[in-house]
């Protein structure tokens, strides 16, 4: 059975910082592509990050390019999404995805598509206050 299992959400303050933790079990890891994405009240799902496993290569939205670094423990299968300098704008549940295309050497908007991912966690929420 797939299983992506979030954690590390939490409430901070504006310019603080957090870790997300992605826990992935029951599939070949390093085949696939995990991504974060995340949902505020009232908008869209929306891609953050994602992380081509096979290859390292990572791929990020503008909103959080320089602030937001997605990271891999091929031996644990955890994906992690460290985020600092966070701003009240990134107050959302965050969701871990996997996708079983292993990309390389492509754009953020072919790999971090909701449409393309097969497998989905419960999510964790982050608020961040002003």
């Known amino acids: 059975e797939v299983q992506l299992v979030e954690s590390g959400g939490g409430l901070r303050q504006a310019g603080g910082s957090l870790r997300l933790s992605c826990a992935a079990s029951?599939?070949?890891?390093?085949?696939?592509?995990i991504g974060w994405f995340r949902q505020a009240p009232g908008k869209e799902r929306e891609g953050v990050s994602c992380i081509s496993i096979s290859d390292g290569s990572t791929y990020y939205a503008d909103s959080v390019k320089g602030r937001f670094t997605i990271s891999s423990d091929n031996a644990k299968k955890t994906v992690y999404l460290q985020m600092n300098s966070l701003k009240p704008e990134d107050t959302a549940v965050y969701y871990c995805?996997?996708?079983?295309?292993?990309?390389?050497?492509?754009?953020?908007?072919?790999?971090?598509?909701?449409?393309?991912?097969?497998?989905w966690g419960k999510g964790t929420l982050v608020t961040v206050s002003s």
């Open positions: 029951g599939f070949t890891f390093d085949r696939y592509t």
């Open positions: 995805a996997a996708d079983d295309t292993p990309y390389s050497g492509t754009t953020y908007y072919r790999v971090c598509n909701l449409n393309g991912m097969d497998y």
